[in-house]
């Protein structure tokens, strides 16, 4: 089983690279049903959400994430991205200054403009 998971996961981030974030999710989302403590591979899932403007599923993909693990500093960056996609700027701050203070980079703090 575990031969599988790594294939899926292969085949996962060859989508991703390859731009076919819709193939990514197809190929990854079993992967994190079966190891949903795998912070990396979630990510990898929230990230094609994201990129397939599936906003929510990122939104719950990377609330995972932080929860598991607060200190990701990339997780929070997305989560601020994807909550400035719909339109709620505010709630995007506090992760962008999280960013900023895990990072040491100000420039974190201004708003992503799309």
């Known amino acids: 089983m575990e031969d599988m998971r790594a294939l899926s996961y292969g085949l996962g981030r060859q989508y991703f690279e390859e731009k076919d974030y819709r193939g990514a999710i197809k190929a990854l989302k079993p ?14 899932l929230a990230r094609a959400y994201y990129h397939s403007a599936l906003l929510k599923p990122a939104e719950e993909h990377l609330h995972e994430v932080i929860t598991r693990e ?25 992760h962008r200054r999280i960013v900023a203070a895990l990072t040491g980079d100000d420039s974190h703090l201004a708003q992503h403009t799309i």
């Not at 992967?31 to 990898?44: K, M, N, S, Y």
């Not at 607060?70 to 995007?92: C, I």
């Open 31 to 44: 992967v994190v049903d079966e190891t949903p403590d795998d912070v990396g591979t979630r990510l990898l």
């Open 70 to 94: 607060p200190t990701e500093y990339y997780a929070h960056l997305m989560m601020a991205r994807t909550l400035e996609r719909q339109s709620r700027a505010d709630e995007a701050a506090k």
